[in-house]
């Protein structure tokens, strides 16, 4: 079945494309940082990553992280999970004991229990804004007005255990590589907008970018890359 030891060789690709798309977009090497989104994947594979060094995961469902990451974290104690798909509030008790950051929040009530249950544990998760920028993608806030309400919050200090950090989105799935650059630039520009607005949020990150167009991310501005298949292999749903 899967060989996993083709995964350090996998990531070493990733990495270095990673560094030719930062240079050719003129960015400073080593500002685009990598998550391995492990998502179906087993442990073992995951481990094989961890000893070649990574440090960042990805996990969309907070169930199969929960009963995978555990003992990663205890063996390779660097590595950070971040939770990227859509979360149910009664899963965030969980996500909170094993993340260190929620990249899919798209909600101010998700915000709400994600303070309730890190005030809890006394533990602080940075959190990024999922915004829906492209056609096909289900996820992410779509609404101006609902996003600023959670940042305005967020800046009066009402969640003191959550730390905003940026924005995430998902480009449609499509080859027509316009309209996914199109959906990037969307995020990028409101990004900068709403830093503008509020100045006292460090809203720096931009999570954008997956397998098939993490290069076009780099190119408009994308700080995280989370990329999957491409160094795991093809899921096995
Ligand atoms: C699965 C997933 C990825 C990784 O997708 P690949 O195409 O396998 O690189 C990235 N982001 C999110 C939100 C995902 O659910």
Known sequence: MSSYNVIPDNLKIIKDKIAAAEKNAGRKPGSVKLLA????HPAEAVIEAAKAGQILFGENRVQEAFQKFPPICQKYPQTELHIIGQLQTNKVKHAVLIATTIESVDRIELIQE???QCA?????????????TGEDSKSGYTSRDLLIESL???KDGKFPHVIPAGF????PFTDDKALIRKSFVTLRK????LQEQFPSLNLTELSMGMSGDFEIAIEEGSTLVRVG?????????
Do not use: P, W
């Open 229 to 237: 298949t491409a160094i795991f292999g093809e899921r096995e749903y």
């Open 120 to 132: 809890r544990i006394d533990k602080k998760i940075n959190i990024l804004f999922e915004v829906h």
């Open 190 to 193: 409101l990004a900068g907008e």
């Open 37 to 40: 989104v492990s998502k179906f």
């Open 152 to 154: 305005q919050a967020c």
């Open 168 to 171: 995430m989105t998902m480009a």
């Open 114 to 116: 994600i303070e309730k």
